[in-house]
């Protein structure tokens, strides 16, 4: 079945470190992977995605993701984290279940920021 | 500016009563969304519409139920017959008809709690 799993429910980095946000997914055809953010009590607001071609995608506020099918993962990266960014990041995959195509998430990671 | 509109934020029901959520958008999408948020769970769909009026059930449709008469308004009703409503709903677009590959946009949510 497909499914996506974000191992790291809780994160927390000191302001200034780098970040990688793990997210695996389980799908059978070409993935179509997004990430969203998720500032509290709010919506969600998309970061990035990758539909095809190069494996590395740049998104909004300095994040960029990359997607390696050997290992079913699209892990998000930024070099140099930002008090704003402590948030809540969901990844996505768009699949075909149940008989519709729509957004499976993962449970989310949640990160903490550290002045 | 164009976007989601979801109201009201917050939202106290009664055990035993129905109530609606409100979500309008202008951002001239096909299709809308309703998805129900729980800690440490995701997000998870409760009802899909691709075009005005037809709509499905997703994931988690029991006890809840939906409309679609006009192509900027997807309202959801929690029935009584939900039995564990208190939750954080949120209602998205898309602009192609559940496509694989189409980015979601989200609203602010709506809190819903149980008194």
């Known amino acids: 079945a497909q499914s996506v799993t974000q191992p790291d429910i809780h994160i927390t980095v000191s302001e200034g470190a780098s970040l990688e946000l793990r997210c695996n997914y389980s799908?059978?055809?070409?993935?179509?992977l997004f990430w969203y953010v998720q500032s509290p009590g709010q919506g969600l607001q998309l970061l990035l995605k990758?539909?095809?071609?190069?494996?590395l995608v740049q998104g909004i506020k300095g994040f960029e993701a990359e997607f390696k099918r050997s290992q079913s993962s699209f892990n998000l990266r930024k070099p140099s984290v930002h008090w704003s960014d402590a948030a809540e990041y969901f990844c996505?995959?768009?699949?075909?279940?149940?008989?519709?195509?729509?957004?499976?998430f993962g449970a989310g990671t949640r990160l903490a920021v550290h002045p | 500016d164009g976007g989601i509109t979801q109201s009201p934020k917050y939202l106290f029901r009664k055990e035993g009563q129905n109530v609606t959520l409100s979500c309008e958008q202008n951002?001239?999408?096909?299709?809308m969304y309703w998805y129900r948020q729980d800690p440490g769970q995701g997000l998870r769909l409760i009802y899909y519409?691709?075009?005005?009026?037809?709509?499905q059930k997703g994931d988690i449709a029991e006890g809840y139920s939906v409309s679609r008469e006009k192509k900027e308004s997807f309202p959801l009703t929690v029935t009584s017959a939900q039995k564990n409503p208190t939750a954080f709903y949120l209602c998205?677009?898309?602009?192609?008809?559940?496509?694989?590959?189409?980015?979601?946009?989200f609203g602010q949510g709506t809190r819903l709690t149980v008194v």
């Open positions: 998205a677009s898309s602009f192609r008809t559940g496509a694989l590959n189409t980015e979601a946009f």
């Open positions: 799908y059978g055809a070409t993935p179509y």
């Open positions: 990758y539909f095809s071609g190069d494996t």
């Open positions: 996505a995959v768009g699949a075909y279940s149940g008989g519709y195509n729509k957004l499976i």
């Open positions: 951002l001239n999408h096909d299709a």
């Open positions: 519409s691709q075009i005005v009026n037809d709509f």
